[in-house]
């Protein structure tokens, strides 16, 4: 019976915690999606429980109800930690999900105060006097502010959700973090610290380890999959709690779709269209007709099967010197750039997959949520990791007929900032 369960507010970050915990010895599920209402999300020999959601850039309420239904499926399940996993670039917008989300949870477990740990070294991400860095840039002058759905214009986690929370925002210096776990428990014991949202500097993983021994016994911690670093789950290690590493499949057919427009993304794409066949998205095509559009990118992939059986095609939606449209706008015929990526994505995804895709790698969160729901994926193993925040994931699809089974699937679900710049090309070399 799993004692921790976490939620996540995308599908990426899900698998991006779930990595962290196999890492740190605990048998790990993932379940997509909003729990039945009356379900009791059962989770077998699973250690840990992370339920992914789509809620990271949902209306505040949805969010706040979908959570709420998870964190409930999560308690049946026998879960008695609860870990909230957001971005480690805090995406949000002034007014949520992150703040409304915790507060939430807060209230369902009868508690008042958390902590807020977005630190993920690994990945460049860090947090110090209250402000959150990527690499060496403030997060508002790194290219998350020019992000389409949530532009990310001030570095300061304080000022970042004191409008978004019920709570007294409060912060943990980095004095305290580094002198170890003791000193950050006695500094949590403070009566002042008794209400409110803690926000913790970290700027090495020790900070994190520090954190989550401190932590330990806090019914709700929040943050990225960084302070899982410092938990320690049952098993022996790794590779006891790590779940089969692929589907049995000798040469499968595989293929890129990549619907972020991130920095790193537009790196991976340039490295892949440089060794890989490659079309990408076109959105007056897709404005202009849906269908005949995304069909004609699932010929092309089909088409390069047969052409490089070896090569697996990428479909992109933005180039490393491409313009991102603002999602957030819609231009005055049909949807916003954003949502037309994934939902054509996420057709392309269905489509390959009843063409015979057994192995698919996806990059960006909105775009994997989008693509595994499509899908019909209710439950993802985890399997060999590809980087820091990025792991290979076998998963079944829910056959939408009788008469049309479901089908044993290979996915990596990549967020648009992880990754190596090869990993287009790269990932696959862990399935053979």
Known sequence: MPTLGAIADDFTGAT???????AGGFRTEVLVGPPEPAAGEGAGAADAVVVALKSRTAPVDRAVTESVAALAALRRAGCTRFYFKYCSTFDSTAHGNIGPVTDALLAELGQRRTVVVPSFPATGRTVYRARLFVHDDLLDESPMRHHPLTPMRDAHLGRLL?????????LLPHETVRQGAAAVRSALADPALGDGLIVADATTDEDLRALATATQDLPLVTGAAGLALGLSGPRAGAAEARAAAAAPYAHAKSVVLSGSASAATRAQVAHGMAHLPHRKLDLRRLRE???SATAELTDFVTRSWEQSPGLPPLLYAVGEDDEVEDASQAPAAGPPAGELIEAALARCARDLVRAGARRLLVAGGETSGAVVTALGVRTLRIGAPLGPGVSWATAETRPKTEAEPGALLDL???SGNFGSTDLFTSAWKELS
């Not at 004191?162 to 409060?170: E, I, L, S």
């Open 289 to 291: 007709g849906f269908e």
């Open 16 to 22: 991006d915690l779930a990595t962290m915990l196999v």
């Open 412 to 414: 990596a679900l990549k």
């Open 162 to 170: 004191a409008p978004q929370t019920g709570h007294p925002v409060r």
